[in-house]
């Protein structure tokens, strides 16, 4: 689940509107390709199709706008790390409109009740159900927003925040949230500047999900919390100058880079036991030699990637990196109280405590592997 390309960001797709739908609008806007938009006023009821589209409407305190969500919404599984949907518990209650990654019923919006007013959609270049399709079959106009990310993809974040803003009155809070990123990465890029390069600890994330689970080989070469606090990512070195995330690191690899310190994505732990990242940590004999596993130096992070790119848990998870690499320079930070500082601002509720229970209390302190 990654990038869709610029053309195609933000890309509204109106037709066939009838009745009501047609009376009023708002202003004309007008999309990355440079065309002239425009929506039914007031708009009071949408739904969100596709990974993380929810997640961006409670950012923006209009989750309350939802009148349906899709089928990963209403499940009920003993690991979930979206702070979104722990924050929102009424979504389970909610009618299901399709299945998850935007995999869309034309027939069940149809019979909404009441009628979403539009429908948000993310990722329509790699999954899901074409949007104009969907806009042609239920009359209801497709809005649909370049997910982004917190890295090379920030502005695409900012101009889908923005426009749903504009989209569901919100204009306002879009800048409020759009703020507080930047002031965070900030802050963090603030506290660790000027280490010399040869004074920054090497470093190692693994157990990274992408559409689904994976042990402790897979890692994100960009990962954002390490580049936010000035961390030498050892899987990055060889994406330097490229765009690449997800990646799959050979165990022979990791072991010749022999990092100062491990991170494991709790996510892994979705595997069966002895194929999950820890496990392996503990039994794999190659990974026993490493000196992060031998002096105790592995950390456990919340999930990355939960229903695609969990902002809150990017940021949160940076805090603790710098407490863990710099903790001369993170001294006036408890990154658990950080967190639910984050959370509180971003889905309305302080539930670290509650992701950290699905994981088995293992975020944000040292995982025993030996």
Same mark, same amino acid.
């Given at each position: 689940?990654?990038?869709?390309?610029?053309?195609?960001?933000?890309?509204?797709?109106?037709?066939?509107?009838?009745?009501?739908?047609?009376?009023?609008?708002?202003?004309?806007?007008?999309?990355?390709?440079?065309?002239?938009?425009?929506? @039914? !006023?007031? $708009?009071?009821?949408?739904?969100?199709? &596709?990974? /993380?589209?929810?997640? *961006?409407?409670?950012? =923006?305190?209009?989750?309350?706008?939802?009148?349906?969500?899709?089928?990963?919404?209403?499940?009920?599984?003993?690991?979930?790390?979206?702070?979104?949907?722990?924050?929102?518990?009424?979504?389970?209650?909610?009618?299901?409109?399709?299945?998850?990654?935007?995999?869309?019923?034309?027939?069940?919006?149809?019979?909404?009740?009441?009628?979403?007013?539009?429908?948000?959609?993310?990722?329509?270049?790699?999954?899901?159900?074409?949007?104009?399709?969907?806009?042609?079959?239920?009359?209801? @106009? !497709?809005? $649909?927003?370049?997910?982004?990310?917190? &890295?090379? /993809?920030?502005?695409? *974040?900012?101009?889908? =925040?923005?426009?749903?803003?504009?989209?569901?009155?919100?204009?306002?809070?879009?800048?409020?949230?759009?703020?507080?990123?930047?002031?965070?990465?900030?802050?963090?890029?603030?506290?660790?500047?000027?280490?010399?390069?040869?004074?920054?600890?090497?470093?190692?994330?693994?157990?990274?999900?992408?559409?689904?689970?994976?042990?402790?080989?897979?890692?994100?070469?960009?990962?954002?919390?390490?580049?936010?606090?000035?961390?030498?990512?050892?899987?990055?070195?060889?994406?330097?100058?490229?765009?690449?995330?997800?990646?799959?690191?050979?165990?022979?690899?990791?072991?010749?880079?022999?990092?100062?310190? =491990?991170?494991?994505?709790?996510?892994?732990?979705?595997?069966?036991?002895?194929?999950?990242?820890?496990?392996?940590?503990?039994?794999?004999?190659?990974?026993?030699?490493?000196?992060?596993?031998?002096?105790?130096?592995?950390?456990?992070?919340?999930?990355?990637?939960?229903?695609?790119?969990?902002?809150?848990?990017?940021?949160?998870?940076?805090?603790?990196?710098?407490?863990?690499?710099?903790?001369?320079?993170?001294?006036?930070?408890?990154?658990?109280?950080?967190?639910?500082?984050?959370?509180?601002?971003?889905?309305?509720?302080?539930?670290?405590?509650?992701?950290?229970?699905?994981?088995?209390?293992?975020?944000?302190?040292?995982?025993?592997?030996?």
């Amino acid at each position: 689940m990654r990038m869709i390309s610029v053309v195609t960001a933000l890309l509204v797709v109106l037709f066939g509107f009838s009745g009501a739908r047609a009376a009023l609008s708002l202003p004309a806007v007008h999309d990355a390709a440079g065309k002239a938009l425009a929506v @039914p !006023v007031p $708009v009071q009821r949408v739904i969100c199709s &596709g990974s /993380g589209c929810l997640r *961006l409407l409670t950012y =923006l305190q209009a989750q309350h706008m939802a009148v349906a969500v899709d089928d990963i919404e209403v499940r009920r599984d003993r690991f979930d790390a979206r702070p979104y949907a722990l924050a929102n518990p009424s979504f389970k209650n909610l009618p299901v409109f399709g299945q998850f990654r935007g995999y869309d019923n034309p027939e069940r919006i149809l019979m909404l009740a009441p009628q979403p007013q539009v429908v948000f959609k993310t990722y329509t270049s790699s999954m899901g159900y074409d949007p104009l399709e969907l806009q042609q079959k239920t009359g209801i @106009p !497709v809005v $649909v927003l370049n997910y982004g990310d917190l &890295g090379a /993809g920030r502005q695409h *974040l900012y101009d889908s =925040l923005r426009m749903m803003g504009h989209v569901v009155g919100k204009t306002g809070r879009a800048e409020e949230v759009i703020t507080f990123f930047e002031n965070a990465i900030a802050d963090l890029q603030r506290r660790t500047a000027g280490i010399a390069e040869n004074m920054r600890p090497s470093v190692f994330v693994g157990g990274i999900a992408f559409k689904g689970p994976h042990g402790f080989q897979s890692t994100e070469p960009a990962y954002p919390p390490f580049s936010f606090v000035n961390a030498r990512n050892l899987a990055g070195q060889d994406a330097v100058g490229s765009r690449l995330q997800h990646s799959d690191v050979s165990r022979e690899k990791i072991v010749q880079w022999n990092p100062d310190y =491990l991170f494991v994505d709790l996510s892994t732990l979705r595997l069966a036991d002895k194929a999950n990242g820890i496990e392996e940590l503990r039994s794999d004999p190659a990974y026993a030699t490493l000196s992060a596993v031998r002096q105790g130096r592995v950390f456990g992070l919340l999930p990355y990637n939960w229903y695609t790119q969990n902002y809150g848990s990017i940021l949160a998870n940076a805090y603790y990196i710098g407490s863990v690499l710099y903790p001369e320079r993170f001294a006036d930070v408890d990154p658990a109280a950080k967190a639910d500082e984050i959370y509180t601002f971003l889905v309305g509720s302080p539930v670290f405590d509650q992701l950290n229970r699905s994981f088995d209390g293992l975020a944000y302190r040292a995982v025993p592997v030996n």
